[in-house]
């Protein structure tokens, strides 16, 4: 998860860049153990706070021992979330959704969770792996169902053996 050929090929400042700005929060949902989680904190800044939630308490263990003694420590706060629920209940600026939302059993529940936390002018980056785990029907499937939670669809980046979307309010 944490490789130097994901780096070049899923180049978190890259694809994060557009998104976030100082000062902003943001919610890294199925976080991992953190390779997108660190960058955001990095482009927030000081002053911008990253929510980095994961359902495997070990993902969230390896995030806390990589960001332990520094500076990113303060602004990535790890949040344990439950079988149903992101548990999360602050209001955030961006999500990112990245290769996870296909392990996801009631999407409409997820993405109703969602956009009841994405601020009025907020951005959720929704990205699906394209190979061998979600095909383009599928993908269309979960942005209809986004859709239906109330999100706005728009064209998201083009990445490499990815789908992707912005949702907006």
Known sequence: LDSRIRQWLQNPRKILAPHLKPGM???DVGCGPGFFSIEMAQLVGPEGQ????????????????KIKGTALESRIKPVQCGKDTINVSERVDFILAFY?????PDKASFFGQLKAVLNTHGRCLLVEPKFFHVSRKEFE??????????FRITQGPRLLFSWSAVLTN
């Open 25 to 27: 929060k943001a919610l």
């Open 50 to 65: 990253i929510i980095a939630a994961d359902l495997q308490e070990g993902m969230l263990q390896k995030l806390a021992g």
């Open 100 to 104: 996870m939302v296909h392990e996801v």
């Open 141 to 150: 499937s979960t942005t209809k169902i986004a859709e239906s939670a109330g």
